[in-house]
Nanobody, 130 residues
Framework: RVQLVESGGGSAQTGGALTLSCVAFDFNMRDACMAWFRQIPGKEREGIATVDSYGTILYAESVMGRATISKDNAENVLTLQMATLKPEDTAIYYC????????????????????????WGEGMLVTVCS
């Protein structure tokens, strides 16, 4: 069965950086839509970065200029690097996957994008301390 296994969560300082990773099992990232989401309790799950099979990348405004999503198709690993962390980056972060057509064909990640994803990691807490 498909599994997305995340790592790299934890605590970080304001202004610092962190790297989140997601390894996919029984799923080929090469031909898929891959994405990172985050969720603050009580709020909608927010898509913050996507990459499709062509390597087209989108970022949410909330992380634009601070986040870098990358995909290693050979190793089946999705990575999110975040810099200049802010306390408002504190959230549970999720890796997600779906067929390539699920990725947005626009210049932004729409609200509700999470509804189109087929597979999810368990999520990991990232806490940014001021």
């Amino acid at each position: 069965r498909v599994q997305l296994v995340e790592s790299g969560g934890g605590s970080a300082q304001t202004g610092g950086a962190l790297t989140l990773s997601c390894v996919a099992f029984d799923f080929n990232m090469r031909d898929a839509c891959m994405a990172w989401f985050r969720q603050i309790p009580g709020k909608e799950r927010e898509g913050i970065a996507t990459v499709d099979s062509y390597g087209t990348i989108l970022y949410a405004e909330s992380v634009m200029g601070r986040a870098t999503i990358s995909k290693d198709n050979a190793e089946n690993v999705l990575t999110l690097q975040m810099a200049t962390l802010k306390p408002e980056d504190t959230a549970i972060y999720y890796c997600a996957a779906a067929q390539d057509s699920a990725c947005p064909y626009s210049d932004h990640i729409p609200r509700g994008f999470y509804e189109g994803m087929d597979y999810w990691g368990e999520g990991m807490l990232v806490t940014v301390c001021s």
